[in-house]
């Protein structure tokens, strides 16, 4: 099942206090960027967050949902009617979590200009 466009735009809203937030859509559903880095995502209209110490400590008893099939495991954010938490839970994960890693250029092979 793939997320809807509405449940986006309420978590988006529910973040509108954090700048730099970003998302991607990727085969129907939404990876959420804060300032540059990934954050987690909306699978299945849940909003679910890397598993990152300071998001378990954050809260501690949210149950872990895999996003997709074969996907690694991500904490379940069941608050996100409260935006003060959803805030502070950006604010905390961030220094957690790895930079993006620049995207590899495809070497392009030389263009053989020969003359027939």
Do not use: W
């Amino acid at each position: 099942m793939a997320s809807s466009k509405e449940y986006l735009e309420f978590i988006l809203g529910q973040l509108s206090e954090l700048e730099e937030i970003t998302y991607r859509a990727m085969m129907g559903e939404f990876i959420i960027y804060y300032r540059g880095k990934i954050v987690g995502g909306i699978y299945d209209d849940r909003l679910l967050v890397k598993s990152v110490k300071s998001a378990i400590s954050y809260m501690p008893t949210a149950p872990y949902e895999l996003p997709y099939e074969g996907a690694k495991e991500m904490l379940l954010v069941d608050e996100v009617d409260n935006k003060e938490f959803l805030t502070g839970l950006f604010h905390a994960m961030y220094d957690e979590l790895p930079a993006l890693k620049p995207k590899k250029r495809n070497k392009q092979l030389p263009v053989c200009r020969a003359k027939l």
